[in-house]
């Protein structure tokens, strides 16, 4: 027997020099709430391929267009916990330091040729792929630009290469892109466009500007909306007063940081914790002390038990539904034109954020799914049936996994149905009409104005 001498491990599992974590192997899904695995989830580490269930079809039916919503890749945190030093990540996009892609390299080539492409108003000054040596806050990482890569990837191999949505010879009229005013999202989508259409030519790319992280262009005013956002925040402000074991971690860390509580708390310590655990980089330390994992499995298990109470309470369901309407309306309607023959659009893509998927999510009913994960994708995919040509149908899928039928609208119809689908007809009366019946109402325009029953 060889014995390896090994630095002394504290009780806290850390190396008390490099204080680094070594990520283990997620194989199983634990039974019980686990914060340390649901962050790895979130953090979506780019590692093994990922199995998908997009393009399932039975042989005689036909893709005819796809609409996929993103949220941005893994980015550096927006806020900063005070009086500590901010993680030291490194966004400067190097092909030889993991995580990587093999075509990394070729992307930050073909972004630098940018100049020929039609970017909306504010886009055009954004930059397309991150490049500082310490990140900026909120900006994409080396991580968040190969999420994406791997993304545009899988989709090339079965949307292209399988179901040849597109031709090769496709025109700027068959893409809709659309993404927010920050360089996270944008980054995002060319990531993601890189390696769904390789060495796409900058002429035919048209990036629309979307000024609302709810994508909801010129049909914003809903007072109705704004009113049931400001419930859930209540609810959400008196489930945390409720939790005295993630009050006294907030007293805890405020001491160890030297600041009032309510400042602590204030600098939203998640967000940047998040960020220092999926990049493997040691908790921030002071003088007094350092924050631990023992902090950071309280706040994200009051976390997760604040997006499941969020679930059951209703207040988050009826922002939902108005916050997404717009959108949902957007698609529906795109995908009538599709069904009908148009050619036009047959491929959109959305750069969003978690902001933008979870009310999606929970407007259509899919109560099951996990927050946003860095660089989730919602994919709705229209086919017609080969044998009836008039028939349409969709597929929904949440990070490759099938959830046609986990939504409200498409529920029962599973149990009646042989086809793996959803008619196209049931999310249109969905969209157009089931939405407003919880508001006593026919439209959004009134139900943007009346409370829920």
Same mark, same amino acid.
């Given at each position: 027997?060889?014995?390896?001498?090994?630095?002394?491990?504290?009780?806290?599992?850390? =190396?008390?020099?490099?204080?680094?974590?070594?990520?283990?192997?997620?194989?199983?899904?634990?039974?019980?709430?686990?914060?340390?695995?649901?962050?790895?989830?979130?953090?979506?580490?780019?590692?093994?391929?990922?199995?998908?269930?997009?393009?399932?079809?039975?042989?005689?039916?036909?893709?005819?267009?796809?609409?996929?919503?993103?949220?941005?890749?893994?980015?550096?945190?927006?806020?900063?916990?005070?009086?500590?030093?901010?993680?030291?990540? /490194?966004?400067?996009?190097?092909?030889? #330091?993991?995580?990587?892609?093999?075509?990394?390299?070729?992307?930050?080539?073909?972004?630098?040729?940018?100049?020929?492409?039609?970017? /909306?108003?504010?886009?055009?000054?954004?930059?397309?792929?991150?490049?500082?040596?310490?990140?900026?806050?909120?900006?994409?990482?080396?991580?968040?630009?190969? @999420?994406?890569?791997?993304?545009?990837?899988?989709?090339?191999?079965?949307?292209?290469?399988?179901?040849?949505?597109?031709?090769?010879?496709?025109?700027?009229?068959?893409?809709?892109?659309?993404?927010?005013?920050?360089? #996270?999202?944008? @980054?995002?989508?060319?990531?993601?466009?890189?390696?769904?259409?390789? /060495?796409?030519?900058?002429?035919?790319? =048209?990036?629309?500007?979307?000024?609302?992280?709810?994508?909801?262009?010129?049909?914003?005013?809903?007072?109705?909306?704004?009113?049931?956002?400001?419930?859930?925040?209540?609810?959400?402000?008196?489930?945390?007063?409720?939790? =005295?074991?993630?009050?006294?971690?907030?007293?805890?860390?405020?001491?160890?940081?030297?600041?009032?509580?309510?400042?602590?708390?204030?600098?939203?310590?998640?967000?940047?914790?998040?960020?220092?655990?999926?990049? =493997?980089?040691?908790?921030?330390?002071?003088?007094?002390?350092?924050?631990?994992?023992?902090?950071?499995?309280?706040?994200?298990?009051? @976390?997760?038990?604040?997006?499941?109470?969020?679930?059951?309470?209703?207040?988050?369901?009826?922002?939902?539904?108005?916050?997404?309407?717009?959108?949902?309306?957007?698609?529906?309607?795109?995908?009538?034109?599709?069904?009908?023959?148009?050619?036009?659009?047959?491929?959109?893509?959305?750069?969003?954020?978690?902001?933008?998927?979870?009310?999606?999510?929970?407007?259509?009913?899919?109560?099951?799914?996990?927050?946003?994960?860095?660089?989730?994708?919602?994919?709705?995919?229209?086919?017609?049936?080969?044998?009836?040509?008039?028939?349409?149908?969709?597929?929904?899928?949440?990070?490759?996994?099938?959830?046609?039928?986990?939504?409200?609208?498409?529920?029962?119809?599973?149990?009646?149905?042989?086809?793996?689908?959803?008619?196209?007809?049931?999310?249109?009366?969905?969209?157009? #009409?089931?939405?407003?019946?919880?508001?006593?109402?026919?439209?959004?325009?009134?139900?943007?104005?009346?409370?829920?029953?």
């Amino acid at each position: 027997v060889h014995l390896i001498p090994v630095n002394p491990v504290r009780e806290d599992g850390l =190396n008390p020099k490099s204080r680094k974590r070594i990520m283990p192997d997620l194989l199983t899904e634990p039974p019980a709430i686990d914060p340390i695995y649901e962050a790895h989830v979130y953090c979506n580490i780019p590692s093994i391929a990922e199995r998908s269930m997009e393009g399932h079809a039975p042989h005689y039916f036909k893709l005819v267009s796809v609409q996929v919503l993103i949220r941005h890749g893994d980015r550096y945190p927006l806020y900063a916990i005070p009086k500590t030093k901010r993680p030291d990540i /490194d966004c400067m996009l190097v092909p030889s #330091r993991k995580p990587s892609h093999p075509q990394l390299e070729a992307f930050i080539k073909h972004m630098s040729k940018g100049s020929a492409a039609q970017m /909306d108003g504010s886009l055009s000054s954004l930059p397309h792929f991150p490049s500082h040596s310490l990140c900026e806050m909120g900006e994409l990482t080396q991580t968040g630009v190969v @999420q994406h890569l791997r993304n545009g990837q899988l989709l090339r191999e079965i949307y292209i290469n399988k179901h040849k949505l597109l031709p090769g010879d496709w025109t700027a009229k068959q893409l809709h892109l659309e993404t927010t005013g920050k360089s #996270r999202t944008l @980054q995002s989508a060319l990531a993601l466009l890189y390696t769904f259409l390789p /060495d796409f030519d900058w002429k035919k790319i =048209n990036m629309r500007h979307q000024w609302s992280t709810i994508f909801c262009s010129g049909s914003c005013d809903c007072p109705m909306r704004n009113h049931y956002l400001e419930e859930e925040q209540r609810r959400q402000y008196s489930l945390r007063v409720k939790n =005295n074991d993630l009050e006294k971690i907030y007293v805890d860390m405020a001491k160890i940081v030297g600041i009032p509580t309510r400042q602590l708390r204030a600098s939203n310590p998640i967000d940047s914790l998040l960020c220092y655990f999926c990049h =493997n980089v040691s908790f921030p330390c002071t003088k007094t002390g350092c924050i631990g994992m023992d902090h950071f499995k309280v706040i994200k298990r009051h @976390q997760l038990e604040d997006e499941r109470e969020r679930q059951e309470k209703k207040l988050y369901f009826l922002y939902a539904l108005l916050a997404t309407h717009p959108l949902l309306n957007q698609t529906a309607n795109r995908l009538q034109r599709i069904a009908e023959g148009k050619k036009e659009e047959v491929f959109v893509l959305y750069s969003a954020h978690d902001v933008t998927l979870s009310p999606v999510l929970s407007a259509l009913g899919i109560t099951e799914a996990r927050f946003p994960r860095f660089a989730a994708r919602l994919v709705f995919e229209l086919w017609q049936d080969g044998k009836r040509p008039k028939e349409h149908f969709i597929r929904i899928l949440y990070n490759g996994a099938d959830v046609t039928f986990q939504t409200s609208f498409c529920k029962d119809h599973y149990k009646r149905s042989s086809k793996p689908m959803c008619p196209l007809e049931k999310f249109v009366n969905f969209v157009k #009409r089931d939405m407003f019946l919880i508001f006593n109402s026919t439209s959004y325009y009134d139900a943007c104005r009346r409370r829920a029953l």
